[in-house]
């Protein structure tokens, strides 16, 4: 079945700093991919939409100047948290479809600290 | 604005039970609902899924239920095992579209 990788699992970094967070589709093209961020005990928040080749779509209230996003390739897609603080620290989910639409595929996650 | 909810927060069932997690979602132009299991740590894993065209679907030892009257979804296991304690997501997407919404969640554990 498809299968996204998500890297890194896990990451500390200082605040400040940026932390690139990277999400690969394995077996499909991924025409569409999406960014989710979790916070503890709570459900996932979308945060992006990004489509191969074009500019990433932001959820209200989701800084686009902090929360940088790459899509380009149909198997790649980044995500950059620029000048980290301690109130990013999260776990950050991707999840991708293909050409045909049919379902997401979620990655692992990576569980972003800041300190 | 539009949400999917949860009616409980969670769940405690004994091995070998059938278990039922809720969920209520509010926008009546929901055309598409997916159930994910979450593990400690993981991204959500697909479950099962259902059309706004249906009412119930079966999988192995899972059972979805809409009910659109009362925007309604629910999911049932047979034999709750071990390894089914996890956090429960519903999920829902609008007009054949691509963004896919939460639901709060739930947490079920399944007690020896």
């Known amino acids: 079945g498809a299968v996204v990788s998500q890297h890194p699992s896990w990451v500390i970094c200082k605040s400040g700093t940026s932390v690139k967070i990277e999400c690969r589709s394995l077996?499909?093209?991924?025409?569409?991919m999406f960014w989710y961020r979790q916070f503890p005990k709570q459900s996932l928040m979308l945060m992006a939409t990004s489509n191969e080749g074009s500019k990433a779509t932001y959820e209200q209230g989701v800084e686009k100047d902090k929360f940088l996003i790459n899509h380009a390739s149909l198997t790649l897609s980044t995500l950059t948290v620029t000048s980290a603080h301690p109130e990013d620290s999260s776990f950050y989910i991707c999840?991708?479809?293909?050409?045909?639409?049919?379902?997401?595929?979620f990655g692992s996650g990576t569980r972003l600290t800041v300190v | 604005g539009e949400s999917v909810g949860l009616h409980l927060p969670t769940l405690s069932v004994q091995e070998g039970d059938n278990s039922i997690i809720n969920c209520a979602y509010s926008?009546?132009?929901?055309?598409?609902f997916i159930w994910y299991k979450q593990e400690s740590g993981k991204g959500p894993q697909f479950i099962i899924d259902i059309r706004s065209n249906m009412d119930k679907r079966q999988g192995q030892r899972v059972t979805v239920l809409l009910n659109k009257t009362v925007k309604h979804l629910s999911l049932q296991i047979a034999a709750t095992q071990p390894g089914d304690s996890a956090v429960y997501f519903c999920a829902e997407t609008t007009g054949g579209g691509n963004k896919l919404t939460f639901g709060t969640g739930t947490q079920l554990k399944v007690e020896l």
């Open positions: 926008n009546s132009a929901s055309d598409y």
């Open positions: 999840s991708a479809r293909d050409r045909r639409n049919v379902g997401y595929t």
């Open positions: 077996d499909f093209q991924a025409t569409t």
